[in-house]
């Protein structure tokens, strides 16, 4: 498959040549899993069409390619324990290489429609971090507050029936840590984990994410993040393009 939509190339072929075409699969979407799944089905020699609703590949992939600086749109970076993605990488000849934005730093403090620049925040009097943390950003804030206070130590610890008791609202955890409502609406609610907010997202499911997270993105203490060189749509393209249909 092209990065085009897959019905208008199906309308391209006479509807004689159509008929006959034997497809054993049909797999609807040519985001990552889809082009994946794609491709280990036709490595064991099976006939696969793959249908795409857009007219590109890469779903909830996709680089601004004719925006300076390329941005990302959608998935971002990933880990050196995201395995399927750099075996893709490797497999399907597509580099990459260390992901150079700072995800902590890049970011910017908005407050009633203001900007406001990150050396003005210490002191900012919105600002509601506890004295001596009050120089982190939010982001940075709640780092520190999952690092001092999630009492997993690993991510496959949610299953475990001794934090079943963690299956809370995030926030109610949080308020019983010790954190204030405005630090919890200042540092979290924004976050796209917690569904709409943090009081409909469970404490022990963000404590799972936040772990998993750790270990794909942190080797040795040190962060781990890379990006698919020349844009992450790269590669779902690239997939797409070794399509046998
Ligand atoms: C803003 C944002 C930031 C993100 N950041 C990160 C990150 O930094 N790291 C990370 O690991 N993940 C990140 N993600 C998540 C990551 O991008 C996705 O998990 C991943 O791309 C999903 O791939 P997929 O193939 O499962 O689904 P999708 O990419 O959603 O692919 C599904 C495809 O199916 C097509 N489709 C759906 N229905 C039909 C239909 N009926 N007929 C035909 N086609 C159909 C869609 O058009 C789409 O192309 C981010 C996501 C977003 C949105």
Redesign the pocket.
């Known amino acids: 498959m092209q990065s085009a939509a897959a019905t208008s190339l199906a309308f391209a072929v006479p509807k004689l040549t159509r008929a006959q075409t034997k497809v054993d699969v049909i797999v ?7 082009l994946h799944t794609a491709l280990l089905l036709e490595e064991e020699g099976v006939n696969v069409q793959v ?4 007219m590109r590949a890469g ?3 996709e680089t601004l390619y004719d925006v300076p600086g390329t941005p990302e ?6 880990g050196h324990g995201y395995a399927r993605l750099i075996d893709a990488a490797k497999r399907y000849g597509v580099d990459y290489e260390p992901n150079r934005q700072s995800y902590l730093r890049g970011m910017e403090i908005v407050i009633d429609d203001k900007i406001v620049p990150i050396d003005e925040w210490p002191n900012h009097p919105k600002n509601p971090l506890p004295k001596e943390h009050r120089e982190d950003a939010p982001w940075e804030y709640y780092m520190r507050f999952m690092k001092d206070h999630v009492p997993l130590a690993q991510s496959g610890d949610w299953l475990d029936p001794e934090f079943a008791y963690l299956d809370i609202a995030f926030d109610d955890w949080m308020l019983g840590e010790g954190a204030s409502s405005e630090v919890i609406d200042m540092c979290c609610n924004h976050k796209w984990e917690y569904n709409n907010s943090t009081h409909d997202a469970s404490a022990l499911i963000v404590m799972m994410e936040y772990l998993w997270g750790r270990s794909v993105f942190l080797k040795d203490g040190a962060r781990s993040s890379f990006v698919i060189k020349g844009g992450n749509q790269r590669l779902p393209e690239k997939m797409a393009g070794l399509l046998n249909n």
Do not use: C, Y
Request: hydrophobic residues 35%; aromatic residues 4%; positive net charge.
């Open positions: 609807i979407g040519a985001g990552l899993s889809g249908i795409e609703a857009r779903g909830r992939l749109t959608g998935g971002n970076s990933f």
